[in-house]
C-alpha cells in the first residue's frame, strides 16, 4: 500500500549541531522523494528532492540520502539554526504530482 | 510576485452549511493540488485539476466534496453539509506543469473549523 512513515515525532538539537531526521517508506514504484518544511501555520515548503535513481544529493546546507534496499531516506541539516525549528515531511512523488506524505518530524532548536 | 494565494485563510461553519474554499495559482501555473492535514497529521492527498480538468480525484470523499478548475478565476474546493470531522487545514498547491519533481508551491492553507 501507500505509506510515508517517520521514525521520531520529535527532535531537539542544539544550535549549530547537526540535524538528521529519518523516513521510512513502503512504496517501491515512487518516481522521486521530497522533503518538506512547515512552520507553524504555514503551508509546506520545498527543501530538496532527490530522483528514485539517485541515493544522495546535496543542497545549501542540506543533503537528502535514499537507501531504496532498506526503503529508509534521510534528511541532514549541517549547522542547525533557530531558523530551522519546524516540523520536517517526507514525501514520496509518483507520476501527475501526487505527493504521499508522512507524519512529520518537529525540530526543535535549543539556542 | 504572488504566491499561491487561498482565501479564506479561516472559516467558521455549522454542522450541514456549505464551506468553499478559494485558490489562486502561482501565475503561469496550469496545475492545482489540494491537501488536507487533520491536526498533527500529515498531509493527504485530494484532488489534482489542469484547467477545465480534474486529473485525479483518488483522494477525495466520494460524497458532499467536489472541486473545479475552471479556465477563468480560481480554483474551488467545496465541502457541501460539513460535518465536524471536516475540520481541517486545506492547502492547495500549484506547479506550472506536471512536476518531474517533487517542488509543488502551497499556499498558506485555509482553516475551517466545523461547530
Known amino acids: 500500500g501507500e505509506s510515508v512513515g517517520l521514525h521520531l515525532p520529535t527532535l531537539s538539537v542544539q544550535e549549530g549541531d547537526n540535524s538528521i531526521i529519518n523516513c521510512a517508506y513502503s512504496n517501491s514504484a515512487s518516481d522521486y522523494f521530497i522533503w518538506y518544511k512547515q512552520e507553524s501555520g504555514k503551508g509546506p515548503q520545498f527543501i530538496i528532492d532527490i530522483r528514485s535513481n539517485m541515493d544522495k544529493r546535496q543542497g545549501q546546507r542540506v543533503t537528502v540520502l535514499l537507501n531504496k534496499t532498506v526503503k529508509h531516506l534521510s534528511l541532514q541539516i549541517a549547522a542547525t539554526q533557530p531558523g530551522d525549528s519546524a516540523v520536517y515531511f517526507c514525501a514520496e512523488g509518483l507520476q501527475g504530482g501526487k505527493l504521499i506524505f508522512g507524519q512529520g518530524t518537529e525540530l526543535s532548536v535549543k539556542p | 510576485n504572488a504566491g499561491v494565494m487561498q482565501n479564506p485563510r479561516h472559516l467558521v461553519r455549522r454542522r450541514g452549511q456549505e464551506a468553499r474554499l478559494r485558490c489562486s495559482p502561482v501565475?503561469?501555473?496550469?496545475?492545482v493540488y489540494w491537501y488536507r492535514q487533520l491536526p498533527e497529521e500529515g498531509l493527504k492527498f485530494m484532488v489534482y485539476l489542469q484547467k477545465e480538468n480534474i486529473i485525479d480525484e483518488s483522494g477525495m470523499p466520494k460524497e458532499r466534496f467536489s472541486a473545479e478548475f475552471p479556465k477563468e478565476g480560481p480554483s474551488i474546493l467545496r465541502i457541501q453539509q460539513v460535518v465536524r470531522g471536516d475540520s481541517a487545514a486545506y492547502f492547495c498547491?500549484?506547479?506550472?506543469?506536471?512536476?518531474?519533481?517533487?517542488?509543488?508551491?502551497f499556499g498558506e492553507g485555509s482553516r475551517l473549523t466545523v461547530l
Open positions: 498547491a500549484s506547479s506550472p506543469a506536471a512536476p518531474a519533481t517533487g517542488e509543488l508551491f
Open positions: 501565475k503561469g501555473h496550469s496545475h
